[in-house]
């Protein structure tokens, strides 16, 4: 077993940040506001994104893991809302998000991207990576 590595909320809301500004920024959204928890085995994630000049609220809980160079968000659950419609926070994704990278499948996505990660754990409020052995964590 190689390395581990523990996240707190905080650390968690900014290495999701960034991996979501990257993505969304193929489809000319802004994330403006993102709010992450942690609750026991899932995430709780809140935001507020800027696409077309109209303000998107997202609300979705999800669990985390990493396997097969994948990051696998499972058991999404969530909606989309804007002004006064709502939409289904899975079914929206699948028709805006056109990427190679993502395979989809029931309430699950999976977002292919090579780390140096052997598992993620969620627990006691915190993201728990083991890093693969030969890898190494600098101080």
């Given at each position: ?25 193929k ?21 507020v ?23 696998v968000?499972?058991?999404i ?54 890093l ?8």
């Open positions: 077993m190689g390395d581990m590595v523990i996240l707190n909320e905080a650390e968690m809301q900014i290495g999701l940040s960034f991996i979501l500004q990257s993505v969304l920024k489809y000319d959204v802004v994330l403006q506001e993102m709010n992450l928890k942690i609750k026991e085995d899932h995430l709780l994630l809140t935001s994104v800027l696409y077309n000049q109209y303000h998107v609220d997202v609300l979705c809980e999800f669990n985390l893991k990493y396997e097969n160079q994948h990051f968000f499972e058991n659950q969530g909606k989309v809302e804007y002004l006064f419609l709502q939409f289904p926070i899975m079914s929206f994704l699948k028709s805006f998000l056109q990427d190679s990278h993502i395979i989809w499948k029931d309430n699950q996505i999976q977002y292919e991207i090579d780390l140096p990660i052997e598992s993620l754990n969620l627990e006691d409020g915190q993201l728990q990576v083991i693969k052995n030969n890898q190494s964590v600098s101080p």
